[in-house]
């Protein structure tokens, strides 16, 4: 079956521009989650949604940052005002609700931001 | 300190050699625990999950879980070329907290 798809691949933007960031996840995963992958850092948690329960936002790094998932399945990460550090690769993953430890991810969107 | 050390390596390996893999972590609360391989320029792929202490194979990979110990392994048996890529061990809470704790990843490389 069909995997977790982001889009687009790649996106290079300007300092201070506004980008959005899609993900699809696998069908009938309720579960979504965002993660960012940078040099020195790692794979960090971003943000979780679960059904129609509130989204966990405790991994978003600042304000400019916010993500929502409509109809319970596709999602968009939204960057306002991006800044050099948000440079990475933003990863999305699914999974059925109560098995969050068996995330699929897809492929990733490299953001370079110049 | 982070929450999970991995020894990013590189790690370089003949053709055939067994390969070890690991993770230390502080949270005695984790209680899954992952491994994902990832190839350069892709995303994360799930390799195998456990839960608690234990061990678990799956063809030439096999995962151990040292709670007491707060230490965890992945071994490959017969190494292929085919294995050259990032290794990441990850960690959670519970099935349902949703947010996955990663090391730094080990870079593998397995020479013909």
């Known amino acids: 079956g069909a995997g977790v798809s982001q889009s687009p691949s790649n996106k290079v933007t300007e300092k201070g521009k506004d980008v959005e960031l899609r993900c699809d996840p696998i069908s009938g995963h309720t579960a979504l989650y965002w993660y960012r992958q940078s040099l020195g850092q790692g794979l960090e948690f971003l943000i979780y949604?679960?059904?129609?329960?509130?989204?966990?936002k405790s991994g978003l790094p600042s304000d400019r940052f916010s993500a929502e998932r409509t109809g319970g399945s596709v999602s968009t990460l939204t960057i306002q005002r991006t800044q050099q550090e948000d440079s990475a690769v933003y990863l999305c993953?699914?999974?059925?609700?109560?098995?969050?430890?068996?995330?699929?991810f897809g492929p990733g969107t490299r953001l370079t931001v110049t | 300190q982070k929450e999970v050390e991995q020894d990013p390596g590189p790690l370089s390996v003949p053709e055939g050699a067994i390969v070890s893999l690991n993770c230390t972590y502080s949270n005695s609360a984790f209680q899954y625990f992952m491994w994902y391989r990832q190839y350069s320029r892709k995303g994360p792929e799930l390799l195998m999950y456990t839960y608690s202490s234990g061990n678990k194979e799956d063809g030439r990979f096999t995962a151990q879980v040292d709670k007491s110990s707060k230490y965890i392994s992945l071994f490959i048996r017969d190494s292929q070329p085919s294995d050259s890529a990032t290794y990441l061990c990850a960690m959670t809470r519970s099935s349902n907290t949703g947010k996955l704790i990663f090391g730094q990843g080990t870079t593998l490389q397995v020479k013909p």
């Open positions: 949604f679960q059904g129609n329960s509130a989204p966990d």
């Open positions: 993953a699914s999974s059925h609700g109560l098995r969050a430890y068996e995330q699929y």
